[in-house]
């Protein structure tokens, strides 16, 4: 199992960022995808997740307007689009996967198996 993340960068306050998770070793169908970040001396934080079936989503209230999750059947990749990035955005953002979420965990870390190695996300002011 692979989780590839990429397309973290430095953006302005405002700006836009698309994050990708390249996906490999699964059979997704029965998988939920996520995107949890980490802010240095900071726990993770759940900010977006999608039932690779179906494709519901649920977001955090911090992000919920702003950030986009998506996914790309045909090449196994999601997708996370943030709009009106702000500094306190500033993180390295995970791609997370697995199949035994239900709704009660989704935003908790520890219920992911599987996890991407992280790209950074810097916002300044």
């Known amino acids: 199992v692979q989780l590839q993340a990429f397309g973290g960068g430095l953006v302005q306050a405002g700006g836009s960022l698309r994050l990708s998770c390249a996906c490999s070793?699964?059979?997704?169908?029965?998988?939920?995808m996520a995107w949890f970040r980490q802010a240095p001396g900071k726990e993770r934080d759940f900010v977006a997740a999608?039932?690779?079936?179906?494709?519901?989503?649920r977001y955090s209230d911090s992000v919920k307007d702003r950030v986009t999750i998506s996914r790309d059947n045909a090449k196994n990749t999601v997708h996370l689009q943030m709009n009106s990035l702000r500094p306190e955005d500033t993180a390295v953002y995970y791609c997370?996967?697995?199949?035994?979420?239900?709704?009660?965990?989704?935003?908790?870390?520890?219920?992911?198996?599987?996890w991407g190695q992280g790209t950074q996300v810097t916002v300044s002011s």
């Open positions: 070793g699964l059979s997704l169908s029965s998988y939920t």
């Open positions: 997370v996967s697995d199949s035994r979420i239900i709704l009660s965990s989704i935003r908790t870390p520890s219920a992911y198996d599987y």
């Open positions: 999608v039932r690779w079936s179906g494709g519901s989503t």
